[in-house]
């Protein structure tokens, strides 16, 4: 992904920050979102998305099976990541997306929090949907 140039600072929400619900999706909290292990999922991501429900719809049309969560990366312009199950991203990007990532380990639900990535909030997909 895209380093921060110093005029982009990320933007900073009060720690009780909680979103609107958004259908099929449960959120968890700020930070990536990781598995059980706390290891982070490979992703694919959408630059300039503005909205959690843009976001959630973007993941959504990811026409393969995998898809565990989003987050949106709270930055100027906004950042999309889905994350993807181990071994699901590949380097055909879906249509609209800008840039992908495979070769982290994790697998199965997001159940957990990277709190030190603070500009993100992590939504994952509600056990009924999986």
Not at 33 to 44: G, I, L
């Amino acid at each position: 992904m895209p380093s921060l140039t110093p005029s982009q600072s990320p933007s900073t929400q009060p720690s009780t920050y909680q979103p609107d619900d958004i259908e099929g999706f449960v959120y968890l909290g700020v930070g990536y979102c990781t598995d059980a292990q706390d290891s982070h999922f490979d992703y694919y991501v959408k630059n300039d998305v503005g909205t959690n429900s843009e976001c959630a719809a973007l993941c959504g049309e990811i026409s393969i099976k995998g898809l565990v969560g989003f987050s949106l990366e709270r930055v100027e312009g906004g950042r999309c990541v889905c994350w993807m199950n181990n071994n699901i991203v590949t380097s055909v990007l879906p249509l609209g997306f800008d840039n992908h990532w495979a070769g982290n380990s994790g697998a199965g639900s997001v159940v957990s929090l990277d709190t030190s990535k603070a500009t993100y909030i992590c939504f994952k997909v509600e056990v009924s949907n999986v």
